[in-house]
Nanobody, 119 residues
Framework: QVQLVESGGGLVQAGGSLRLSCVAS????????LGWYRQAPGKQRELVAR???????NYGDSVKGRFTISRDNAKNTVFLQMNNLKPEDTGVYYC?????????????WGQGTQVTVSS
């Protein structure tokens, strides 16, 4: 089992910045990926950013150039630095952990943290 605890959400004005953190604990050794997804009211959950244990990065198109994901493997923590926030970035942000396993990866989710961007 893997536990994910997020922090850092809040209310910010458009153009501002926030930094999200997610600490992973439990069975997290091996090939894996840590990432962030978000879900706005009435919309599907979407990928924001993901970083693998090997350092590969993926970003959603809408956040490229504004958000930066990083991880501290020694602290089992993933960060999401969000700059130049826009009202459309509003939503619940979920930490996600994927652990490589045959035939399909194990997947875990955090409880979510609210990000609200006012115009």
């Amino acid at each position: 089992q893997v536990q994910l605890v997020e922090s850092g959400g809040g209310l910010v004005q458009a153009g501002g910045s926030l930094r999200l953190s997610c600490v992973a604990s439990g069975s997290i050794s091996g090939i894996n990926a840590l990432g962030w997804y978000r879900q706005a009211p009435g919309k599907q959950r979407e990928l924001v950013a993901r970083v693998s244990s090997g350092g590969s990065l993926n970003y959603g198109d809408s956040v490229k150039g504004r958000f930066t994901i990083s991880r501290d493997n020694a602290k089992n923590t993933v960060f999401l630095q969000m700059n130049n926030l826009k009202p459309e970035d509003t939503g619940v942000y979920y930490c996600n952990f994927l652990k490589a396993r045959f035939p399909s990866p194990d997947e875990y989710w955090g409880q979510g943290t609210q990000v609200t961007v006012s115009s």
